[in-house]
């Protein structure tokens, strides 16, 4: 019922997803920390890329030595050297 209710109050306020809980919230600290809250799935990692699915389409990022620091059910710590990120298709509503 909660989660109705957050949903519902979120899309009559019009919040961004990720402030009602739906969408992605990436935080990166310089090139070498990021912070994923609110992701799907892993798709693809390796230390050249690693591809999240999310609610709002696939994130991904590339770089040198990437490695998943942290892994838990709805956020995940990547460190490494970032040098590219890139959102690829889905349906924004």
Known sequence: MFKKLQTSVGEILDFPPDVAGKGPKITISGRRQILVENYVSIVNFSEEEIRL?????????????LRLKVILSTELQIEGELSTLSFGGGEIK
């Open 53 to 65: 699915e999310t609610a709002e389409g696939e994130v991904c990022f590339g770089g040198k030595g």
